[in-house]
């Protein structure tokens, strides 16, 4: 029997969009990838100065944004982690649930890729999983070549439909009251308004 691929989607997801639904779709049809499961941050390590919405909300969203879709799931791993979520970890307990490191993706904004040697225990992590990465199509990646080669050598690129939103933009119009609907899934855009959330960021 074919052994089954899981990509594992990690974002802050502070809300999520149709920017990471179609990156995550993309990289699940390019790659062959069985299984998606998205896991927003508890507590990300590298964001405690900022103001970050609570894990639970961000949980129901994309729980909400994913509801349906047969191959997507959403993880609790890292907002029920007491200490600090670190990807290493959470890769770390998906293969000790049973799923073989070359069976495992992690996928993730370019940015974020970009930081990967400030992670902790970053050079665990090839080890650990196949990295994957979404760029716009026609534009030159740049920054990868700073990275060490045994990091570029498990990054695997997607190309996503030029799609410009980020969750940023998207907390700046929730609060402004410019609509965010369209760039977010309704259940989404329904639980933002009904739960005031970014109102005040
Ligand atoms: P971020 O710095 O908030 O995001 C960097 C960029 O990547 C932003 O443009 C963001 O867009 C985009 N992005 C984030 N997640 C994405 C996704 N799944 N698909 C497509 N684009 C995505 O990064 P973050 O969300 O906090 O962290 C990303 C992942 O890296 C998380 O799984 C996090 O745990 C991991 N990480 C681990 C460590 C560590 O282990 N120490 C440190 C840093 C990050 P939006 O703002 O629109 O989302």
């Not at 902790?120 to 196949?130: A, G, Q, R, S």
């Not at 700046?172 to 308004?193: K, N, S, T």
């Amino acid at each position: 029997m074919n052994s089954m691929k899981t990509g594992i989607m990690g974002g802050t997801f502070d809300p999520i969009h149709y920017g990471h639904l179609l990156a995550a779709e993309e990289a699940r049809r390019n790659l062959g990838i069985d299984r998606l499961i998205f896991v927003p941050t508890g507590d990300p390590p590298h964001k405690k100065d900022h103001h970050i919405t609570p894990a639970e909300d961000r949980y129901a969203m994309t729980l909400l944004a994913t509801a349906g879709v047969l191959e997507y799931s959403v993880s609790r791993i890292e907002i029920d982690r007491r200490d600090d979520t670190h990807t290493v970890d959470t890769l770390r307990e998906f293969i000790a649930s049973g799923i073989k490191p070359e069976d495992l993706y992690f996928i993730t904004g370019l940015d974020a890729m970009l930081s990967i040697t400030s992670w902790f225990e970053y050079e665990k992590i090839p080890e650990l999983c196949t990295l994957v990465t979404a760029r716009r199509p026609g534009y030159p990646v740049s920054g990868i070549e700073t990275l060490p080669k045994f990091v570029r050598d498990k990054l695997k690129y997607i190309e996503i439909p030029q799609f410009a939103i980020s969750s940023t933009e998207i907390r700046e119009r929730a609060r402004d009251g410019r609509g965010i609907r369209f760039l977010v899934p309704h259940l989404v855009e329904i639980y933002i308004e009904s739960n005031n959330l970014y109102k005040n960021s």
